[in-house]
């Protein structure tokens, strides 16, 4: 929408930029399809690396929590599948290569020390990561499809959530 405004002898013209909301129907496809697999790599690294930490854990009261962590990503995971299904698009999984170092990380960290804080220090320094990238995926990636963009927010409260956990194992 243009207006234009007089001011004495001079005519000037101010662009007058409405905020439209972001709907599925003016959502950027390219950066949805970006932000889905950044999601998706997201939560399934983080669910390999607790399902890797589990045989470390010797506590019974930290392996319930871990088993809750596994749960709520696998449920993230459905989630992003059935969206993933919806927007007829198929998620970029994490590199392979990446989750193989990632293991061989979590392992090799776990022989040396398996106590509890050791293992809420691991958690930590992962879900950092994580809520690190989240936070730049929404940030970068204002303009996707809204249960994506809902998804996003959803992952990020959990895994600050968890944060917060995992600091009082410490």
Same mark, same amino acid.
């Given at each position: 929408? !243009? &207006?234009?405004?007089?001011?004495?002898? +001079?005519?000037?013209? /101010?662009? =007058?930029?409405?905020?439209?909301?972001? #709907?599925?129907?003016?959502?950027?496809?390219?950066?949805?399809?970006?932000?889905?697999?950044?999601?998706?790599?997201?939560?399934?690294?983080?669910?390999?690396?607790? !399902? &890797?930490?589990?045989?470390?854990?010797? +506590?019974?009261?930290? /392996?319930? =929590?871990?088993?809750?962590?596994?749960? #709520?990503?696998?449920?993230?995971?459905?989630?992003?599948?059935?969206?993933?299904?919806?927007?007829?698009?198929?998620?970029?999984?994490?590199?392979?290569?990446?989750?193989?170092?990632?293991?061989?990380?979590?392992?090799?960290?776990?022989? /040396?020390?398996?106590?509890?804080?050791?293992?809420?220090?691991?958690?930590?320094?992962?879900?950092?990561?994580?809520?690190?990238?989240?936070?730049?995926?929404?940030?970068?990636?204002?303009?996707?499809?809204?249960?994506?963009?809902?998804?996003?927010?959803?992952?990020?409260?959990?895994?600050?959530?968890?944060?917060?956990?995992?600091?009082?194992?410490?």
């Amino acid at each position: 929408m !243009k &207006t234009t405004m007089s001011n004495d002898k +001079k005519t000037k013209k /101010t662009e =007058v930029k409405e905020e439209t909301p972001i #709907t599925e129907n003016n959502c950027n496809v390219e950066r949805t399809k970006q932000a889905m697999s950044d999601l998706y790599k997201n939560v399934t690294m983080a669910q390999n690396c607790v !399902k &890797t930490l589990l045989p470390y854990v010797e +506590k019974q009261e930290v /392996t319930k =929590v871990l088993h809750k962590q596994v749960e #709520t990503y696998d449920h993230y995971v459905e989630q992003l599948d059935m969206l993933s299904e919806n927007l007829n698009f198929d998620p970029t999984p994490a590199p392979k290569m990446l989750v193989v170092m990632a293991n061989m990380g979590i392992r090799a960290k776990m022989m /040396t020390d398996k106590s509890i804080s050791h293992v809420a220090k691991i958690m930590l320094q992962g879900t950092l990561n994580g809520i690190i990238d989240l936070y730049r995926m929404i940030k970068d990636y204002d303009d996707v499809h809204p249960e994506v963009a809902l998804m996003e927010k959803q992952i990020l409260r959990y895994e600050e959530g968890c944060f917060e956990a995992m600091k009082g194992m410490l």
